[in-house]
């Protein structure tokens, strides 16, 4: 594995992030909503930097038919409360197509939610992406996987307090 950003990195960057939205949100209540599991770490660590009016909530998304690139996505767990009427601020780890956040900002708008906006730690900025998130901790355009902070490999390494790209024999070992 190849240290990609070290825990300081990350740590400064979600603090600037937390100014801006304080600041754009001012005034506002604000509903923080997670996009499970990966946005744990990250959500977290923003939520205790915001200044303002923030609630949370989560939910859940899967893909049809593990591992295909239908990219046919479903809700498994929905929000507790609903979000009609509310000023949504999606928390996503990673957005590379763009499809599951879009997916998730269609739902919550159908649902009634004020607006939803996305904040992500890291933007792929794929050239097909289908959303551009508002808010942007990292834009990393190389193709390996990234794992730790949140993100995962098959589950693993979510804990590792620093983001680290994926090298070929990571792949085979897990
Ligand atoms: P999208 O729907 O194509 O934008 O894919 C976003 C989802 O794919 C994220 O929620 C992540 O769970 C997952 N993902 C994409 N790239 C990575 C990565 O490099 N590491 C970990 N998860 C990733
Ligand atoms: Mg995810």
Redesign the pocket.
């Known amino acids: 594995m190849n240290l990609l950003y070290s825990s300081t990195q990350i740590h400064t960057r979600i603090a600037e992030l937390a100014e801006q939205i304080s600041k754009d949100y001012q005034g506002q209540s604000v509903l923080l909503m997670g996009?499970l599991k990966?946005c744990t770490i990250f959500m977290s660590h923003l939520l205790v930097q915001l200044k303002g009016d923030f609630e949370i909530d989560f939910l859940t998304v899967s893909s049809y038919g593990a591992g295909t690139e239908s990219g046919e996505l479903q809700i498994k767990t929905l929000p507790s409360r609903s979000v009609e009427a509310k000023t949504v601020l999606l928390v996503?780890?990673?957005?590379?197509?763009?499809?599951?956040?879009r997916f998730v900002q269609e739902l919550l708008l159908k649902q009634g939610a004020k607006s939803v906006e996305v904040v992500t730690l890291i933007d792929?900025e794929t050239e097909s992406n289908v959303l551009v998130p508002k808010y942007v901790g990292f834009t990393y355009k190389e193709a390996p996987?990234?794992?730790g902070f949140g993100?995962?490999l098959n589950e693993k390494f979510r804990n590792l307090p620093e983001v680290y790209q994926l090298e070929a024999e990571d792949l085979k070992s897990n």
């Open positions: 996009v990966g996503e780890d990673i957005v590379d197509s763009g499809k599951t956040v792929k996987f990234v794992v993100f995962d």
